[in-house]
T-cell receptor, first 116, second 115 residues
Framework: GAGVSQSPRYKVAKRGQDVALRCDPI?????LFWYQQALGQGPEFLTY????????KSGLPSDRFFAERPEGSVSTLKIQRTQQEDSAVYLC??????????????FGPGTRLTVT | TQLLEQSPQFLSIQEGENLTVYCNSS?????LQWYRQEPGEGPVLLVT?????EVKKLKRLTFQFGDARKDSSLHITAAQPGDTGLYLC???????????????FGQGTILTVHP
């Protein structure tokens, strides 16, 4: 498909477990974003990549959150020692990254993480 | 910190009625996007506005960006049950080195259109 894909779609983790969430952006999109969305709320920015470089990680809530995009395409968001407050939908978005197109982000379906 | 206040938070109307959703901030944005999100899916981009005073129409949807680029509105004419969903406004600012399009989202408006 031509859209952004994310896996897994659903993840249940016991408190203290580590999880890894994957994002496949649209081919050719330079910019990649991760957002966290609580139930009934708007998404909140976590981190931004331009190709393989992580240029903004100001939204990561703690040092338990780590993201990478080693080859400038697929990205992984890792959460270590999960806590109940980490339960949320994690959204990935990509954009062309230049000109007016940098404002238009295309979102994946999200991964719903539930920490029990 | 830039904030976007979206109102109303909930809207329940009958098919055929008109409605307006508002998105307000004290900050200036370089662009303003509106997204629609359905349960279990990611937000889908509806429109991007970048010029103060800009008005865009998409079938029954009309989007407006305020002259000062601090606020926006979404107006739906003759709402249909298929319009039901979560509507999100999101602003991007080029200030502070964030010219890559970092988005700040409003809290969202949950719209329910009853047949």
């Amino acid at each position: 498909g031509a859209g952004v894909s994310q896996s897994p779609r659903y993840k249940v983790a016991k408190r203290g477990q580590d999880v890894a969430l994957r994002c496949d952006p649209i081919s050719g999109h330079v910019s990649l974003f991760w957002y966290q969305q609580a139930l009934g709320q708007g998404p909140e920015f976590l981190t931004y990549f331009q190709n393989e470089a992580q240029l903004d990680k100001s939204g990561l809530p703690s040092d338990r959150f780590f993201a990478e995009r080693p080859e400038g395409s697929v990205s992984t968001l890792k959460i270590q020692r999960t806590q109940q407050e980490d339960s949320a939908v994690y959204l990935c978005a990509s954009s062309l990254g230049t000109g007016r197109d940098r404002y238009e982000q295309y979102f994946g379906p999200g991964t719903r993480l539930t920490v029990t | 910190t830039q904030l976007l206040e979206q109102s109303p938070q909930f809207l329940s109307i009958q098919e055929g009625e008109n409605l307006t959703v508002y998105c307000n901030s004290s900050s200036v944005f370089s662009s303003l996007q509106w997204y629609r999100q359905e349960p279990g899916e990611g937000p889908v981009l509806l429109v991007t506005v970048v010029t103060g005073g800009e008005v865009k129409k998409l079938k029954r949807l009309t989007f407006q960006f305020g002259d000062a680029r601090k606020d926006s509105s979404l107006h739906i004419t003759a709402a249909q049950p298929g319009d039901t969903g979560l509507y999100l406004c999101a602003g991007a600012s080029d200030a502070g080195g964030t010219s890559y399009g970092k988005l700040t989202f409003g809290q969202g408006t949950i719209l329910t259109v009853h047949p």
